[in-house]
Nanobody, 121 residues
Framework: QLQLAESGGGLVKPGGSLRLSCAAS????????MGWYRQAPGKEREFLASILGSGKTTYANAVKDRFTISRDNAKKTVELQMFNMRAEDTAVYYC???????????????WGQGTQVTVSS
């Protein structure tokens, strides 16, 4: 089992920056693929970024030039650094984890409770 807790959300002005953090509790954190998603009212949950235990990252095209994902396996934390934020970035942001199964089927998924990010002047 893995429990995730996001923090760092809040109000930010357009063009500003914000750093989100996700703290994980549980064993073998480095074996999980970690990610960030967001969901705005009336929209589907949207993938933003993921990072392997090795540090290899993947980004959605919509945010690849503005967001940076990182992880600290010793501290069992994942961060999302967001730059040049826009009004359309307003959403609830979720931390996500899934086991790195090496291509084999594994249905386990873990989600944090979400943290609200609002971009407004």
């Amino acid at each position: 089992q893995l429990q995730l807790a996001e923090s760092g959300g809040g109000l930010v002005k357009p063009g500003g920056s914000l750093r989100l953090s996700c703290a994980a509790s549980g064993s073998f954190f480095s074996t999980y693929i970690m990610g960030w998603y967001r969901q705005a009212p009336g929209k589907e949950r949207e993938f933003l970024a993921s990072i392997l235990g090795s540090g290899k990252t993947t980004y959605a095209n919509a945010v690849k030039d503005r967001f940076t994902i990182s992880r600290d396996n010793a501290k069992k934390t994942v961060e999302l650094q967001m730059f040049n934020m826009r009004a359309e970035d307003t959403a609830v942001y979720y931390c996500h984890a899934r086991p790195d199964s090496g291509g084999r089927p594994d249905s386990r998924n873990y989600w944090g409770q979400g943290t609200q990010v609002t971009v407004s002047s």
